[in-house]
C-alpha cells in the first residue's frame, strides 16, 4: 500500500557557525518577502546592505556559544522528533524533516516523498501559533514548490496548534519540575514579530490595536492573530499551573530593526520586574518546540546577565518540548 506523506518543517538554523554561513543563513531567511515584508529594492539595500554584513559577525559568535558536538540544538532536536515520529507511525508513512531556510531544504524533502511514491502529503510547520513570517512562509513556499508537480497529491496543512492541551501539559509539567512556587513571577516570552505584521492578519481591519487589549481574548476577529494565539498559549498554561494573573506576564523577545515590534518587550518587563522587587523569574518561550538560539542563549544567558544587572537573582528557563515522546503523539495526533 502507498505511504502517506508527512512534512514537519521548522525555521532553520546555519550549516555551521561561522560567519560565512551564517551570512548565507541571515540572507536566505531575511530576503524572504513575508519576514521583512516591505519592496524587493529596499529589502535588497536593507538586508544585503546592512543586515547580513553588520549582524553576521555577531551572530556568529552566538552560535558558537550554543553549537555542541551534535551540531546546531535545532537540527538536533528536529531531526529526533521527526526519527521518533516515524518510529512511532510505523511503515504506512513517510516522515521527512525540512528547514525553511539553510538545510534539509524543503525542495530536497518534497523530492523524497515524491520518490517514495507517497499517496498524500501532510505538512505541519514546527511553530505553535500561526504568524505569516513563519508558518505562513512555509505554507507559500510548499505550495510554490507543489505547483510544478505535473501531479499534484493531496494536500494538507497544519495552520497552528498554540491550544493543544498535550502540548501545554508538557509546558507545564517542565515547568513544574523546578517547583512554580519557588518563583516570584512567571514570563511567556515569546518570540518578536513587527506590529505592522500583526495588525496585517486582521481581516476585519477594525480589531487589531483598534480595540482595548486586543490579543487579551482569542476569538473570532483576531484568531489568525499571532499575538492573541501567544496570549491564548499563555493563558491556557497559567490555567494549568494554577496562576493568578498578576503572577505571569506576556511580552515578546528577539526585536530586530527600530519599527515597533509587539509589545512589551521582554526585556523592559525585566526591568518592571526588577523595579518592582522580583528576584526569581521562571520563563516560558512557547513559540518554540526545541530548544534554540532565542532560549539557549537569548533567555539562559543575557536576561539572567541583565536581570542580575538590575539587582534580580535568577531567571530560569523552561525546557521546551525537545524529544518528549508526548510531544512526538501530539506531531503522530497531528499526522493522523
Ligand atoms: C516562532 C517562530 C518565529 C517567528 C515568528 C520569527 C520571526 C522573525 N524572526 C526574525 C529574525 C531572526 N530570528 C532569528 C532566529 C530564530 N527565529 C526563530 C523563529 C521565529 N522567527 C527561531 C527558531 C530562531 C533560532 C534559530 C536557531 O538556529 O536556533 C534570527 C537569527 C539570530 C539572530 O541573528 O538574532 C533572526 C535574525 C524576524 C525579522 C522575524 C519576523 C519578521
Ligand atoms: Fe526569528
Ligand atoms: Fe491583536
Redesign the pocket.
Known sequence: MAKKGILLV?????DSPEVKD?RK??DQ??MDE????IPKLNRTLLVKGI?VPF??P??SK??KK?WNEKG????YYSEQQAKMLQDRLGSEYQVELAMRYQSPSIEGALENLKKGLVSSIKVIPL???Y?????GSVLQLVMELLSKWPTIPPVSFVNSFHDNDLMLEIFADNARKHGVENYDHVLFS?????QR?MTKSDHTGKYCLKVNNCCENYNNANKFC?SAQCHNTAKLLAEKLELSRENYSVCYQ?R??KEP?IQPYTTDVLKKLAADGKKRLLVFSP??V???????Y?ITVEYNEEFKELGGEHVQLVESLNTDARFIEVLAEMSI
Open positions: 521548522n525555521l532553520g538554523t546555519p551564517v543563513y541571515l531567511f531575511l513575508r519576514v521583512i515584508d543586515i549582524r553576521s555577531k551572530t552566538l552560535y550554543i546546531s540544538p535545532l537540527l511553530f505553535p501559533q504568524a505569516s513570517a513563519s508558518t515569546f518570540h518578536g514579530l513587527p505584521q499571532y528577539s530586530l530593526g515590534w513559540a518554540f526545541a530548544d534554540c538560539l532565542e532560549t539557549i537569548e
